[in-house]
Nanobody, 115 residues
């Protein structure tokens, strides 16, 4: 059974930084594309960043140059380093594992960017 557990969210001031982590279990982590998505209140869930099994990355235009996705296959963990945070980055952030025929989601971690 695949489990994804996010951590690292919280309250951060505008311009600040935070690193999210997602620990995976129950799958051969290194084989799969991992992603971070977010959902702000009243909005649809949107892609933030993805990283393939080979390490290729892709980012939403709104976070390019500010966020960095990375993975540690030895620890079965994917990270999202978030810098220069803005109020509009406030959202629940979800980890995703794409196994092709099926995708798995974590429970989410809330990031609030506010004074």
């Amino acid at each position: 059974q695949v489990q994804l557990v996010e951590s690292g969210g919280g309250l951060v001031q505008p311009g600040g930084s935070v690193r999210l982590s997602c620990a995976a279990s129950g799958s051969i982590f290194r084989l799969y594309t991992m992603g971070w998505y977010r959902q702000a209140p009243g909005k649809q869930r949107e892609l933030v960043a993805v990283i393939t099994s080979g390490g290729a990355t892709n980012y939403a235009d709104s976070v390019k140059g500010r966020f960095t996705i990375s993975r540690d296959n030895a620890k079965s963990t994917v990270y999202l380093q978030m810098n220069s945070l803005k109020a509009e980055d406030t959202a629940d952030y979800y980890c995703n594992q794409d196994q092709g025929l099926r995708a798995y989601w974590g429970q989410g971690t809330l990031v609030t960017v506010s004074e």
